[in-house]
């Protein structure tokens, strides 16, 4: 087909704007262009049916096109007043979270139907899990430092000292954070105009982004819900440093936060990347302890500035909850057998199965040798036997280990975004376990694996979704399979 006859409706680049009308999994609005020669379907992420939306076309083929979001020119009418700042982080706050976790059901079942080929998914639905904190439930923020801000009433880039979100879509531009988002800590949030006023006041610039250049790059804030905690990491390069005084930042910290502020660490990154922690980079503590102290369903967990940690620990509990009731719903399926936990992390799904089980041997593998070091630390800082804990790649421990073999009844699955390689799901398959608990942070990879165990004769049971992330397209799944 000639190439002009593909551009019929829009050309790539091109800045349009477009009713949304539908909603598909993953936050994607859809929008229709309806001319002399037919229709037309546009994707805009993070959109919502009934908005006008201005977006640019940066994908197209012949049947539909993504876009990004530039602006929303009208709300939908199922939107209302927040009393909260809007940040990118949170594209749906605006939409009453009864509607949210209505269009989240409906897109992920609908992907099982059409990914996975489960045509009776409805009927397998356990339940919706939602969020026991629907606002502040976020227990780590990451706000960087610009050079370039934003004019929202002009609505264009402007030079200025800017301490906050990246602007959605323009990777150069930083905006403001002047009040509380309504997702991390308020007091946090309605204080960070004042770290910034310091921070302007050093005469020190902060990062511009198109230059590669400046002093101040994020500001990074972890927070306990069990001690109410907070511990703080400044990442700035180390040009101009001896011009900086870090127990002067410490001391601000302390006259705003008192005694909640458990620590204040230093990382130096004079890498060109747009990351908090820099590969090459140094990090030093400057004031109170690098480590907070978290719980989880009884269980308490040492985070560091870079562990991996459950962003909102208040529903992951009700995540691990689900996943320790699929995992113990026969118990005999579980006791005296062997539970492997494959993608375990630090052992967080592992250690409150070992805590009800009896005689069961848990092994949990990772391939992340410090998450496996946290994972032990973790075990005997709870005083939890009958786990073993390898740092290994899944689809090679499994071959390495057949002692294993015919001795698991139960395996629990928490693989990254991108789901299971085929390779290492044949692996598991090969196994020959009875059950599997396989807990998703991206429902589409896990409907694309979902049809390879189908024909390898497991059959979905039960199904739960959990909003670990209210006001934004996330969405975690748990699903039983058996034999």
């Known amino acids: 087909m000639p190439r002009r006859e593909r551009n019929k409706f829009v050309k790539r680049g091109e800045t349009i704007e477009i009713r949304i009308e539908d909603y598909a999994f ?59 700042q809007d940040i990118p982080g949170a594209p749906y706050i605006q939409l009453p979270i009864e509607k949210q976790h209505d269009y989240k059901k409906q897109s992920t079942l609908e992907l099982f139907k059409r990914i996975g080929k489960v045509a009776d998914i409805e009927s397998k639905f356990d339940e919706f899990v939602s969020s026991p904190n629907t606002f502040h439930y976020r227990n780590k923020m990451e706000y960087g430092f610009s050079a370039i801000g934003y004019d929202r009433i002009k609505k264009t880039d402007v ?11 323009l990777w150069w531009c930083g905006d403001n954070l002047n009040r509380d988002s309504g997702l991390f800590d308020a007091a946090v949030e309605n204080h960070l105009k004042q770290i910034r006023t310091y921070c302007e006041a050093t005469g020190l610039a902060p990062w511009h ?22 511990l703080f990491n400044l990442v700035t390069t180390s040009y101009d440093l001896p011009k900086f005084d870090l127990n002067a930042f410490a001391k601000l910290l302390l006259e705003l936060f008192g005694n909640r502020l458990a620590g204040l660490l230093h990382t130096i990154n004079d890498e060109v990347g747009d990351r908090t922690i820099a590969t090459t980079g140094s990090i030093e503590l400057v004031y109170g302890e690098d480590k907070i102290v978290e719980e989880l369903l009884g269980l308490n967990f040492e985070i560091s500035m870079k562990s991996f940690f459950q962003t909102n620990p208040k529903c992951a509990e009700r995540l691990y909850s689900k996943v320790v009731d699929y995992a113990l719903e026969t118990k ?67 071959t390495e280990h057949p002692e294993y073999t015919n001795k698991i009844r139960t395996i629990i699955l928490d693989p990254a975004r991108a789901g299971i390689s085929p390779k290492t799901l044949k692996k598991i398959i090969n196994l020959n376990a009875e059950r599997l608990v396989y807990v998703s942070c991206n429902p589409a990879t896990q409907a694309r694996d979902t049809e390879q165990l189908y024909q390898s004769g497991y059959q979905i049971k039960k199904m739960s979704l959990v909003d670990q992330f209210p006001h934004t397209a996330h969405i975690e799944t748990v699903v039983l399979f058996e034999k």
């Open 26 to 84: 993953g936050g994607k609005g859809i929008g229709r262009i309806r001319n002399d020669y037919g229709e037309f379907v546009i994707f805009v992420p993070n959109t919502l049916p009934g908005q006008l939306v201005k977006a640019q076309i940066k994908k197209s083929s012949k049947k539909y096109a993504e876009a990004k979001l530039i602006d929303v020119l009208e709300a939908s009418e199922d939107e209302v007043d927040i009393k909260y």
């Open 159 to 169: 030079d200025e000292f800017t301490l906050g979100f990246k602007r959605r879509g």
């Open 209 to 230: 982004g198109p230059k590669k250049e400046g002093f101040f790059r994020y500001l990074v804030v972890r927070k306990s819900y069990k001690t109410d905690k907070l």
């Open 332 to 398: 005999e399926a579980i006791d005296n057998s062997v539970v492997l936990d494959l993608f375990c992390g630090t052992g967080t799904i592992g250690q409150i199965i070992a805590s009800k089980a009896n005689n069961a041997q848990i092994v949990g593998v990772d391939i992340i040798a410090s998450a496996i070091e946290d994972a032990k630390q973790n075990a005997k800082r709870n005083n939890i036997e009958g786990l073993k804990f390898y740092a290994a790649d899944v689809g090679k421990f499994l």
